[in-house]
């Protein structure tokens, strides 16, 4: 079976770990991921099994390069990790206003930069900074470009501050979380994060691993939660391919067309086969199933 299911994540399960429970239930061994989750945070997980992982790339780069998360912090204590999963650094009885709150969120907006975590999968010299900063490496991590769109500040919950943000691809939702203490002269940590948005997938269409597996457990149509490889591809440009070319195409054949220079979702009879590039008149295979 080749397609994308879009799982619900929660807390304590890494992406890699349910992307495998997943591929198991479709009796598929390849499978991908758009986006990883940190072990903490829920929400919003796309996986990607079969051959449809020849198309993650063109996710990634074509589907608007937004995501949206829900997160909360706590004021008082700094934690390694930025999360309450952490081991507390630090303490400080400083707790901003709303007001002071609002304002760091704006000046965060006009920032187009970020310092990630050391806790996170980025490469520093050949290493994931998780890995140097367990074994009590020194890193210096160094700042990259991001987009924050949106940021507001939606209440609070006892001692939890809630916020709403919509970033681009690369954003640590902990280092936000850093940043606004910072700019109020605090200290927090996270204590939630939920992904509702990624990549052209909403958690509206969300399913937890829970349900699925008790579906196939119980002979349920699971079939009916795999989605189609191209359902995030329609930004992309369709040529439709008849019996004849389509063959030949699938065997590595070039076809001369009338359309346009780029890249196309290539289709025969309706059914998506892959994705094509058209050069001079003429449509090459780029990624088929």
Known sequence: MDGIVIIDKQSGLFSRRIGVRVARMFGEKKFGHIGTLDEMATGVLPII?????????????????????????????????????????NKSDIIPNDNEIRTACENIKKSN?????????????????????????????????ITIHELEYIGKTDDEYNFRVV?????????????????????????????????????????????????????GRIDEYLMQPDC??????????????TVFYKNGGFIKTGENDGLYRVYSNKTFIGIGRIESGTLKPKRTL
Do not use: W
Not at 61 to 73: A, D, V
């Open 49 to 89: 099994i079969g051959n449809a992982t020849k198309m993650i790339p063109f996710i990634e780069e074509k589907t608007p390069n937004k995501k949206e998360y829900l997160f909360g912090l706590r004021f008082g204590i700094e934690t390694d990790t930025l999360d309450i999963l952490g081991h507390k650094t």
């Open 232 to 245: 995030a591809l329609g930004d992309i440009p369709v040529i439709n391919l008849n019996d004849k070319d």
């Open 113 to 145: 930069t970020q310092i990630p975590p050391i806790y996170s999968a980025i490469h520093v010299n050949g290493k994931r900074a998780y890995d140097l900063a367990r074994s009590g490496e020194t890193i210096e991590m160094a700042p990259r470009k």
């Open 167 to 219: 970033c681009s691809r690369g954003t640590y939702v902990r280092a936000i979380v850093r940043d606004i203490a910072k700019l109020c002269g605090a200290l927090a940590t996270t204590t939630y994060i939920r992904r509702t948005y990624t990549n052209g997938f909403d958690i509206k269409n969300a399913h937890t691993l829970d349900f699925l597996e008790n579906l196939v457990n119980n002979n």
